[in-house]
């Protein structure tokens, strides 16, 4: 070794200040150690009775473990049963679609919780992260799922292609679909053919024995093609809300409908547009909640040969209990006061009539639609909001006989009436 690096002198051993205190507070807790301390979270015991405990601490680095032995309790949910923690994730997952990554992040026996909870990881929000739905729906394993397409927060408008492309990743499990629900927010010409065409072959591998809910939402949609859709077979189909597309509307698709959010696409008005409702309900008159909205299509131009007054039969639905008749415009549309009048729903207990722009000022014509309308003798509740709200209604409807509660909004506040006979109330308000 060269003599520039030999040590001339051997240099005494010093301990300093610091270093000392620090092994002395190290020496203390250990040999010290208070009998509260025989359960922390670091003794072997407990650790074989929390399975997260040995990961959460090997991953603490050495300065830290000290500190770490002064806690002398678990948190409450390590006590909590497997099943029950599992099944709080997945109330979670309504929320939070990232919930289980975030979850089976946590430590060993969270993830291992996960992984073996395949309604977990059901949900498949597309639009991004590719790959990572694709392993979401493989750690589903058998379990139905529930296919939303929200792209909200996309950087741009959608291509065609780029529409293909998600779909494309979810077809090959359409027979596993349990919800379906679609919605675009932005313009781009014949996103619902990029959306649905795989949907739309007929063959028994677009048939869908296990979808429950079907959601299509596209308000500026100009197309006016016709969708038929599962190759007319959905038995167990209870759930639709569409706004923007029309479809063919089959008894092996839609006879067994409970809830139907119907907005008329707007391709067709006056006389056209009511006998299509009117083929529609006649089909899913099991309805027991039925929304009923025409929007406001000011481009649209009636037909000079359509015609609105005609009669058209009445349409029965003998189960309906909740009927929303909304309005978005200045004026209640021609084609809901005549829909109006065909109503027979014996069952009928609350009517909503409401006024989704929420604007102060009567709208007009307000009296053709209660001299057309018929109140069901099994009327209970009755809501009028804004729009739909006159004086000279209230005391119309306040002789109503069976009515019990009448609920007006005007602005952001409600004014319940109860209206029984026998009970003398005062208006309550929310």
């Known amino acids: 070794m060269p003599g520039t690096l030999r040590r001339k002198h051997r240099q005494e051993l010093t301990l300093r200040r610091s270093f000392m205190e620090v092994m002395q507070a190290k020496l203390s807790t250990s040999l010290f150690r208070r009998p509260s301390d025989q359960h ?33 309790s678990t948190h409450s949910i390590r006590n909590l049963p497997p099943e ?48 990572m739905w694709e392993e979401t729906m493989y750690r589903a394993r058998g379990c139905t799922l529930d296919i939303e397409f929200k792209p909200q927060n996309h950087r741009g408008p959608l291509a ?3 529409v293909q492309r998600y779909m494309h990743l979810v077809m090959p499990h359409i027979t596993r679909w349990r919800s379906l629900s679609i919605v675009f927010s932005e313009y781009q010409p014949y996103l619902w053919n990029s959306a649905l065409s795989e949907c739309c072959t007929k063959s028994n591998y677009t048939q869908v024995p296990g979808l429950e809910e079907l959601c299509l939402v596209y308000r500026h ?19 639709v ?35 299509e409702i009117g083929n529609v309900l006649r089909v899913s008159s099991r309805l027991i909640e039925l929304r009923v909205l025409f929007p406001n299509q000011g481009h649209i131009t009636r037909p000079q040969n359509t015609q609105t007054s005609l009669p058209f039969g009445s349409l029965y639905l003998p189960w309906l209990r909740a009927l929303h008749l909304r309005v978005e415009t200045r004026r209640i549309p021609e084609e809901l006061v005549l829909l ?31 001299s ?20 000279d209604s209230v005391v119309f409807l306040s002789r109503v006989e069976n009515l019990r509660w009448l609920v007006l909004r005007r602005g952001c506040s409600d004014v319940v009436h109860w209206l029984n006979p026998d009970i003398q109330r005062s208006p309550e308000r929310k």
């Open 221 to 239: 949609n100009d197309d006016t093609k016709e969708f038929c859709l599962f190759s007319g077979f959905a038995p167990k189909l209870r759930r």
């Open 160 to 162: 065609f292609y780029e």
């Open 241 to 275: 809300t569409l706004d923007g597309i029309r479809l063919t509307w089959l008894p092996s698709l839609f006879q067994n409908l409970t809830y139907l959010d119907y907005t008329h696409h707007g391709k067709s008005n006056g006389y056209h547009a009511i006998q």
């Open 372 to 391: 057309a309308y018929t109140i069901p003798f099994s009327l209970r509740t009755l809501h009028l909001q804004n729009g739909w709200y006159t004086e």
């Open 84 to 131: 029950l923690l599992a099944y709080i994730f997945v109330l979670g997952c309504e929320d939070d679609p990232m919930l289980p990554l975030s979850v089976s992040h946590v430590c060993s026996f969270w993830r291992a919780l996960a992984l073996s909870t395949p309604v977990l990881w059901r949900r498949v929000v597309l639009g991004s992260h590719y790959s």
């Open 340 to 370: 109006a009048s065909m109503f027979t729903t014996p069952r009928l207990s609350e009517l909503l009539l409401i006024d989704t722009v929420g604007q102060r000022l009567a709208f007009r014509h307000i009296d053709a639609f209660w």
């Open 40 to 72: 922390s979270p670091k003794s072997p015991e407990n650790r074989r009775r929390d399975p997260c405990a040995e990961h959460r601490f090997k991953a603490l680095p050495p300065a830290h473990r000290s500190s770490a032995t002064s806690y002398t």
